[in-house]
């Protein structure tokens, strides 16, 4: 700020106070942006620079607030956490052994009893339901066509003939 008896500072100020009466007869100055605003606000800015920011923050002076809480905030101590926090961390972590466990290579298992029942149960497993959805489809597929099947897959898979337990179209058609 110029002092009193500061006649350049005085005529900066005026010739400032003119070009800032020019650019409102021209129209608004235009909005710096944010890159911009966060150098002036670490004051990293040349004189030319700062004279424009200055010039938009007369304009707006609600934003001026804002320029200030980011001086303040770059001013301030960075945030430390306490001393009890840390230490409390740093006991959840324990000792650092420096031993270095290498890693072993996997062994190979030998073919033992256990992975053929494995290897066979599967096996049966896949055959029993192929075997099953077979007879079944083959079944939907001869009941669509409209050819006589006879009795069902299901029955002849499951059943003896003749048994109750699924009755066969014949038997309903009795009752």
Same mark, same amino acid.
């Given at each position: 700020?110029?002092?009193?008896?500061?006649?350049?500072?005085?005529?900066?100020?005026?010739?400032?106070?003119?070009?800032?009466?020019?650019?409102?007869?021209?129209?608004?100055?235009?909005? @710096?942006?944010?890159?911009?605003?966060?150098?002036?606000?670490?004051?990293?800015?040349?004189?030319?620079?700062? &004279?424009?920011?200055?010039?938009?923050?007369?304009?707006? @002076?609600?934003?001026?607030?804002?320029?200030?809480? !980011?001086?303040?905030?770059? =001013? !301030?101590?960075?945030?430390?956490?306490?001393?009890?926090?840390?230490?409390?961390?740093? !006991?959840?972590? /324990?000792?650092?052994?420096? %031993?270095?466990?290498?890693?072993?290579?996997?062994? %190979?298992? !030998?073919? /033992?009893?256990?992975?053929?029942a &494995?290897?066979?149960?599967?096996?049966?497993?896949?055959?029993?339901? =192929?075997?099953?959805?077979?007879?079944?489809?083959?079944?939907?597929?001869?009941?669509?066509?409209? /050819? =006589?099947?006879? +009795?069902?897959?299901?029955?002849?898979?499951?059943?003896? @003939?003749?048994?109750?337990?699924?009755?066969?179209m014949? +038997?309903?058609s =009795?009752?």
């Amino acid at each position: 700020m110029p002092g009193p008896g500061d006649e350049a500072g005085e005529a900066a100020l005026w010739a400032r106070w003119r070009a800032l009466a020019a650019a409102w007869g021209a129209g608004r100055v235009p909005e @710096p942006d944010a890159l911009l605003l966060a150098a002036y606000a670490e004051g990293r800015l040349d004189e030319a620079a700062a &004279a424009s920011v200055e010039d938009w923050l007369a304009e707006e @002076p609600e934003r001026i607030a804002d320029v200030a809480a !980011a001086r303040a905030a770059i =001013s !301030a101590p960075p945030a430390v956490a306490p001393e009890g926090l840390v230490a409390r961390a740093a !006991a959840l972590v /324990g000792p650092v052994d420096p %031993q270095i466990v290498p890693f072993r290579y996997p062994t %190979q298992r !030998a073919a /033992g009893w256990r992975s053929v029942a &494995a290897w066979g149960g599967l096996a049966a497993s896949i055959l029993a339901t =192929s075997l099953i959805g077979f007879a079944l489809g083959n079944d939907a597929y001869v009941t669509l066509a409209g /050819g =006589s099947a006879g +009795e069902s897959a299901v029955q002849d898979l499951f059943e003896p @003939p003749g048994s109750g337990i699924l009755p066969t179209m014949e +038997e309903d058609s =009795s009752l």
